[in-house]
């Protein structure tokens, strides 16, 4: 029976004097405010904190949470997002105290394992992608792509040339056109064919002398690998050019073939989406990127480097004895805990494993696909890679029911809801991963609950779900004009 009080804010719960913790009287004077405060920085009347005991936190927390899907509790198909199981044994091997009770300050001799792990896994990213350079700075997948063009920019200005312009995919991802704006690029898209891959010609007309990154996820957002990878790889660096392989998709290809195999320059990886590191709650995430040897000089610094058994930051002057690195991107050595994570995640598959990682996906999404195309439309073919996106655009004319509606009511029975209307190149976009972590008995239920859902009355899809406090927010106005804090009435 779902708890009433879970949906109250704390706020709402709070009694004047009521404590979780009553503190001993202090035997020290206590100063007054003003001189500790200058009077304008003083707050103009008391901060409206909530009063409870500590049972009623605990409780208000933990009713919460049974609100939420995660991971952990539901099939969670959100396409474009690799929501797969974390193994729960990352979760305590980054938790050590060698790894997780020390400061980024100490003497590096008394850090000698934590550098350890760091400088395999830069061997290991190398390893995966084909690509030798390797900076373990960045942040997030944005902030990797954001270095990685920056990297690009400092390369072309070695150069003397005066490239202005990034290539990004009609179907790429939001962050693609972002980075390269803050990198100050101007961006022009590439259009796709019908097939869903990349169009050449299209591709031809825009490149010359001012274009500095082609942009592209292989397998794309449609959840397709770009059969022309090589030709147009070739015909951007015929152009001068760089390739820049988005890998928000590795989940698809570990172990079988490599982004510096087919041409790619720079990537970056999604430790949360292909590594187990956790998703969501604004971080802390990582965004490793790995580049050619000719760039690797111009990567964020300090490295972990090795010098015989010593494991040590360096800063990788080259020849002359000058340092070309764009700098620091991130204070101290990056996200350590999410790299951790993806160091267990190597270490435990090895290299066999990874590879049968992404068969898994890649099966998964395909006997999942053969299953809801008989429901949905599938604009790009019956065969797909770890991800693949179909069209509620059919169902809609002919019962009304919109991608909206399904994804709406998938929730009551018990699924969290794919992702809909993205990529933008769909109409009706209903895009499904499935990720190697889900037996065949899950992906057989889901499938088996939107058949039921198109043969549902329409109204009572139209208003799902059902089975959820709030339904169907203003999504518009949340994103317009955000109630982000409490404030009194």
Request: hydrophobic share 40%.
């Amino acid at each position: 029976m779902r708890n009433t009080q879970a949906t109250q804010l704390i706020f709402e719960m709070s009694r004047i004097g009521r404590r979780a913790t009553v503190l001993p009287p202090l035997d020290l004077p206590v100063p007054a405010v003003d001189q500790l405060v200058p009077k304008d920085h003083q707050a103009e009347a008391p901060l409206p904190l909530p009063e409870l005991a500590e049972g009623d936190v605990v409780r208000h927390f933990v009713n919460l949470s049974t609100l939420n899907m995660s991971v952990d509790t539901h099939f969670y198909p959100l396409g474009s997002c690799t929501m797969k199981y974390n193994p729960k044994r990352n979760e305590r091997l980054c938790s050590l105290p060698g790894f997780s009770a020390v400061h980024p300050l100490q003497d590096p001799a008394t850090i000698q394992g934590l550098l350890q792990a760091l400088y395999e896994l830069q061997g290991m990213l190398a390893e995966i992608s084909g690509l030798p350079g390797v900076s373990l700075q960045p942040a997030a997948g944005a902030h990797g792509e954001l270095t990685a063009l920056m990297v690009a920019a400092a390369y072309f200005r070695d150069r003397g040339e005066n490239r202005t312009v990034v290539l990004t995919a009609d179907s790429a991802h939001g962050t693609n056109p972002a980075s390269a704006a803050m990198v100050g690029y101007e961006t022009r898209t590439v259009k796709s064919r019908s097939n869903g891959l990349v169009d050449v010609d299209d591709l031809k007309s825009k490149l010359d002398g001012s274009v500095a990154v082609f942009m592209l996820t292989n397998p794309n957002t449609l959840g397709l690998f770009d059969s022309q990878i090589r030709e147009i790889t070739s015909l951007v660096h015929e152009h001068g050019g760089l390739i820049y392989l988005d890998g928000a998709n590795m989940n698809a290809i570990l172990g079988i073939t490599r982004p510096g195999d087919f041409g790619a320059d720079l990537m970056h990886y999604n430790p949360h989406k292909t590594f187990s590191g956790p998703h969501g709650g604004g971080g802390p995430g990582a965004g490793p990127i790995c580049v050619r040897d000719f760039l690797a000089k111009y990567l964020p610094q300090p490295i972990v480097m090795k010098n015989g058994d010593t494991y040590h930051l360096g800063t990788g002057e080259n020849e002359s004895g000058t340092n070309d690195s764009i700098g620091r991107v991130r204070s101290f050595f990056g996200n350590v805990g999410v790299l951790l994570r993806a160091y267990c995640y190597i270490r435990t598959y090895g290299g066999l494993g990874l590879r049968r990682v992404s068969e898994d996906a890649v099966l998964g999404a395909n006997y999942l696909l053969s299953r809801v195309k008989h429901i949905l439309d599938v604009p790009h073919g019956d065969r797909c890679m770890h991800e693949f996106v179909a069209s509620a655009s059919k169902i809609k004319k002919a019962r009304g029911l919109s991608a909206m509606d399904l994804a709406k009511r998938i929730l009551d029975y018990g699924f969290h809801a794919p992702t809909v209307y993205f990529p933008l190149v769909v109409d009706e976009a209903v895009m499904v991963e499935p990720t190697e972590t889900e037996s065949k008995e899950t992906l057989d239920a889901f499938a088996a609950a939107l058949f039921r859902i198109t043969d549902e009355a329409p109204e009572l899809v139209h208003e799902a779900p059902h089975s959820t406090k709030i339904s169907r927010p203003d999504d518009v106005t949340a994103s317009r004009r955000p109630i982000v804090r409490w404030t009194p009435e």
